[in-house]
């Protein structure tokens, strides 16, 4: 039974560009979250998918944007990249009748340089 | 404001003694609580959970307690293994009582440092 993956697993950008990070969930799960992980600190939420919808947000400016395909697997999309998105980006799946139960994937270390 | 604290950023014990970990919360909304393992370059593991019906959850080696009026809860782990030497987070959610709010809000971490 495969668990969440993500890819790629780091990924060097320069300040400006745009980055896609992308997930697969757990089988048998149907809801996608994502979070920040900066250094020293514990995951940030950004927001979750439902049925291809964002059905949640976190503090997180419109730059951070995402999507959901009916295979249920997600992308994070962030524009106008800056130095302070450098962190590790977790997804986690879950089923949405048991939403707080999030399994999470080895994330995607992304530096902004 | 840190709605989910864990103040010790480190704690260090022997192989076969008892571990615990702590986690305050502030938000009163919080009533689904999870514990995840954390190893370096790996993304969280799901180790256990209690709801706010309960005051204790107990999966082989590990026990969570939860203390609702004090907003306080804590990982027993017994006896420790040198294995479980990695980074623990507490999380909450608002997600059991239907209340909405289905993301998780985690604590900073806790290094556990399991000594042979």
């Known amino acids: 039974d495969a668990g969440v993956t993500q890819s790629p697993t780091h990924l060097i950008k320069t300040r400006g560009q745009q980055v896609t990070l992308r997930c697969s969930p757990k089988?048998?799960?149907?809801?996608v979250s994502w979070y920040q992980q900066a250094l020293g600190q514990g995951p940030q939420f950004i927001f979750q998918y439902y049925e291809e919808e964002e059905r949640q947000r976190g503090n997180f400016p419109d730059r951070f944007s995402g999507h959901q395909f009916p295979n249920y697997s997600s992308e994070l999309n962030v524009n106008a990249l800056l130095l302070g998105d450098s962190a590790l980006y977790l997804c986690?799946?879950?089923?949405?009748?048991?939403?707080?139960?999030?399994?999470f994937g080895p994330g995607t270390r992304l530096t902004v340089t | 404001d840190q709605q989910v604290k864990q103040n010790s950023p480190s704690l260090s014990v022997q192989e076969g003694r008892i571990s615990i970990l702590n986690c305050d919360y502030t938000n009163s909304m919080f009533d689904y609580f999870l514990w995840y393992k954390k190893y370096p370059a790996e993304g969280p593991t799901f180790l256990i959970s209690?709801?706010?019906?309960?005051d204790k959850n107990e999966d082989g080696r590990f026990t969570v307690f939860l203390n609702k009026s004090a907003k306080h809860l804590s990982l027993h782990i017994v006896p420790s293994q040198p294995g479980d030497s990695a980074v623990y987070f507490c999380?909450?959610?608002?997600?059991?009582?239907?209340?909405?709010?289905?993301?998780?809000?985690f604590g900073k971490g806790t290094k556990l440092s399991v000594i042979p």
């Open positions: 209690i709801s706010s019906i309960k």
């Open positions: 986690a799946s879950s089923r949405w009748t048991v939403p707080a139960e999030q399994y």
């Open positions: 999380a909450a959610s608002g997600a059991y009582s239907g209340a909405g709010s289905y993301q998780l809000t």
């Open positions: 089988s048998g799960h149907d809801t």
